[in-house]
């Protein structure tokens, strides 16, 4: 449409500054709330896990050792979700437009992967760790106790809590609660990321995609199982018992052989595992369906 001022035209022009799209904050963070050490090059890994007993009691000096064979056990994690996204980019198109098409087109499909990504490690999150079976609703006078609780449990249990992912209408709570205890967390690779600070030495992040009701992923038996993110209120537990482990990325923009342009093409092949569930507590607002 024409813009005139007063009783003249005036030029029009396309931005060469594109408007970014909305989306959730990215809340998987190596070294922070997962781990990656178990990566390998593989289309699936058996993680050892050693077997252990009780405490070992004292004897009196100069007694005999008591030998003992200790049975191990396996943790199988596979490599079996694939995330894959093409843009098409017309060359007549590309060619017609101020901004660097191609360039947009490939940051976006990495954003969308890496949207997906994030959701379906949340899923395995939920689905696989502890339910604490409590769906009290949290408010500000109890939301410390129900955090506190999470961490006792989780410290009973002799795991080593140390993050928190919250749905946005707890992370508020947390906020009106905490006061000067909350400390905002001086780190890129978090602070970059999402909202986030730490509450009785626990990393504490506020995930805004635990709003969505239908999330997919594949565990580890290959089984599709969905998950309804917006019945979690909070997901604490020690980063080094979840693992996310990606054996293929690809980020590329290749010729199209069926018309005059490219394609922004990004692909990731992951794995989730929760390998130890007594680490990963997850407080639910309902119960979930089975």
Not at 116 to 145: F, P
Not at 224 to 242: P, Q, Y
């Amino acid at each position: 449409m024409s813009v005139i001022y007063n009783t003249q035209y005036v030029d029009e022009k396309y931005s060469s500054i594109i408007e970014p799209n909305l989306y959730y904050d990215s809340v998987l963070v190596p070294g922070v709330t997962y781990t990656d050490k178990y990566e390998e090059k593989a289309g699936g890994i058996f993680i050892h896990k050693l077997g252990t007993g009780n405490f070992i009691a004292p004897t009196t000096p100069g007694s005999d050792f008591s030998d003992a064979v200790v049975a191990d056990t396996l943790i199988q994690a596979v490599f079996n979700n694939n995330f894959k996204r093409s843009r098409k980019i017309y060359g007549v198109t590309a060619s017609a437009v101020a901004y660097n098409k191609a360039e947009a087109e490939l940051a976006e499909a990495l954003t969308e992967v890496k949207q997906g990504w994030m959701l379906s490690g949340l899923a395995c999150l939920v689905s696989e760790g502890t339910d604490m079976a409590d769906t009290t609703a949290l408010s500000t006078t109890n939301i410390e106790a129900k955090y506190l609780a999470m961490r006792q449990a989780l410290k009973l249990a002799k795991a080593n809590p140390d993050f928190c992912l919250t749905r946005s209408a707890v992370y508020t709570l947390i906020l009106q609660t905490a006061g000067d205890n909350f400390r905002p967390i001086a780190n890129e690779r978090i602070v970059g990321q999402g909202v986030a600070g730490m509450w009785y030495g626990i990393n504490t992040i506020e995930a805004n995609g635990l709003a969505e009701t239908s999330i997919t992923y594949y565990n580890y038996a290959g089984t599709l199982n969905t998950c309804n993110l917006s019945l979690v209120d909070m997901i604490m537990g020690d980063h080094n018992a979840f693992s996310v482990l990606n054996n293929f990325e690809a980020f590329r923009i290749v010729d199209s052989e069926r018309f005059a342009g490219s394609l922004a093409q990004v692909e990731f092949n992951t794995s989730y595992r929760v390998t130890t569930a007594t680490r990963i507590l997850v407080k639910f607002n309902a119960t979930p369906s089975a």
